[in-house]
């Protein structure tokens, strides 16, 4: 078994010199700071993903610092990849185009500070920031100011900022239409709060659903699946504390509740994602295993008839750690396990009933536990293969399949 302590993974990772990286047709390779072999990158179980970086909590905001939500952004004007790692804190960015140099460029600090639960999400080279602090709002900032940045790390201000939540849990964001839908704020009971938010450095409020009760997450598409009745429409499916609900909203200020979906042993679901082609939602929820003893549970819906979905099957993980936040890239459902790490997912065969376990990382090697500690979230879009890991009280990892 290998064995390497946390400071000597971070050492390792900060001095990587020219040899460790080089560019062939413009992509960076990377030589990862510890290699998934015989099931350890490091001291960090796995299976066919390596630690390209990783940075501590302690790192990036001092001492009590608390990881949550993280997201990703690409600079198009120069290319720059960036992690933005949020924290009880504030959301601190790190420049990542070379993760074995990977460089914290600056915090934006939380509008009331060491706040509990934060998202991020981002439109047109803007990041939508929200807390369940009472008063933080929507923290709107302008991500261009990164590359001006001379001397790291810098304190950022927020650029501007809403007040028209106080708080919220999470936010999503639909960048076809540059509608940002807020869920679980202090409004409505927590129902989803919809934003139009094309207009830079603004937040005007267009509509909201307030019939269902706290919605915990969501995600909202414009369909152009099997349905026809609901084609080019924005649909938007919402992860309620006792059911999805599937919502037309493409009139925002007259939402239409196409259907409501519930499934057995119900506790708390989780954010969803449909499949490309369409047919299928696939899902998690957060207290299922607590409250029903069971493995960590996928849940599968076929949504290709959007005014009757059906319970497809459900999938069952190795172990009963906690699922918090799942995305589905292509044919690979990335779900963060909490203290089973990230797992990874293959959904190709998801008509037949058939899901496998193909890849993990687990950044809490000490136990796979029903507790919230390990992996808070996920972000696996970054076209680069970079993966981006939150952890509740390790910090930031960066993973990639091996040998990609």
């Given at each position: 078994m290998i064995k390497k302590s946390l400071l000597v993974l971070f050492l390792i990772a900060i001095s990587c010199d020219k040899k460790d990286v080089f560019e062939t047709n413009k992509q960076i390779i990377i030589n990862p700071i510890a290699k998934c072999e015989n099931g350890f990158a490091g001291e960090y179980p796995c299976n066919d993903y390596d630690l390209l970086t990783y940075i501590s909590l302690e790192d990036i905001g001092g001492p009590d610092t608390i990881g949550r939500n993280c997201w990703g952004w690409i600079d198009p004007a120069t290319n720059v990849e960036y992690a933005l790692m949020g924290t009880n804190k504030g959301i601190t960015f790190i420049d990542i185009t070379n993760p074995a140099k990977a460089e914290i460029i600056g915090t934006l600090k939380a509008e009331i500070e060491n706040n509990a639960i934060r998202d991020v999400k981002v439109f047109n080279s803007f990041a939508y920031v929200t807390s369940e602090a009472a008063g933080n709002g929507i923290q709107i900032f302008n991500l261009n100011e990164l590359k001006d940045v001379i001397e790291t790390p810098v304190e950022f201000a927020s650029s501007s900022k809403s007040s028209l939540v106080s708080t919220a849990r999470n936010i999503t964001i639909n960048n076809e239409t540059g509608i940002a839908y807020i869920l679980g704020s202090n409004r409505g009971n927590g129902s989803p709060v919809?934003?139009?938010i094309n207009k830079a450095f603004t937040a005007a409020e267009v509509g909201n659903y307030i019939k269902d009760t706290y919605?915990?997450?969501?995600?909202?598409?414009?369909?152009?699946?099997?349905?026809?009745?609901?084609?080019?429409?924005?649909?938007?499916?919402?992860?309620?504390?006792?059911?999805?609900?599937?919502?037309?909203v493409t009139d925002k200020m007259n939402p239409i509740e196409i259907a409501t979906v519930n499934?057995?042993?119900?506790?708390?679901?989780?954010?969803?994602?449909?499949t490309e082609d369409f047919k299928y939602f696939i899902i998690g929820d957060e207290q299922d295993e607590q409250n029903s003893a069971i493995n960590t549970r996928t849940i599968v819906f076929d949504f290709t008839d959007l005014d009757n979905p059906v319970h497809h099957f459900d999938f069952e993980g190795n172990t009963a750690a906690?699922?918090?936040?799942?995305?589905?890239?292509?044919?690979?459902?990335?779900?963060?396990?909490?203290?089973?790490?990230?797992?990874v997912l293959e959904i190709s065969d998801v008509e037949n009933k058939n899901i496998f376990e193909v890849g993990f990382f687990d950044t809490y090697p000490e136990?796979?536990?029903?507790?919230?500690?390990?992996?808070?979230s996920v972000?696996?879009?970054?076209?680069?293969?970079?993966?981006?890991?939150?952890?509740?009280?390790?910090?930031?990892?960066?993973?990639r399949k091996h040998n990609s």
């Open positions: 919809f934003l139009d919605s915990n997450d969501a995600e909202v598409i414009t369909y152009t699946g099997p349905d026809e009745d609901h084609l080019d429409k924005e649909i938007f499916i919402g992860s309620n504390e006792n059911n999805l609900v599937i919502l037309d499934y057995t042993d119900i506790g708390k679901t989780t954010k969803g994602s449909f906690i699922d918090l936040n799942g995305y589905l890239k292509g044919n690979l459902y990335y779900q963060a396990n909490t203290t089973a790490g990230v797992r136990n796979d536990n029903q507790e919230k500690n390990g992996t808070w972000y696996p879009f970054s076209p680069s293969g970079n993966i981006l890991i939150s952890d509740f009280s390790k910090g930031f990892f960066i993973i």
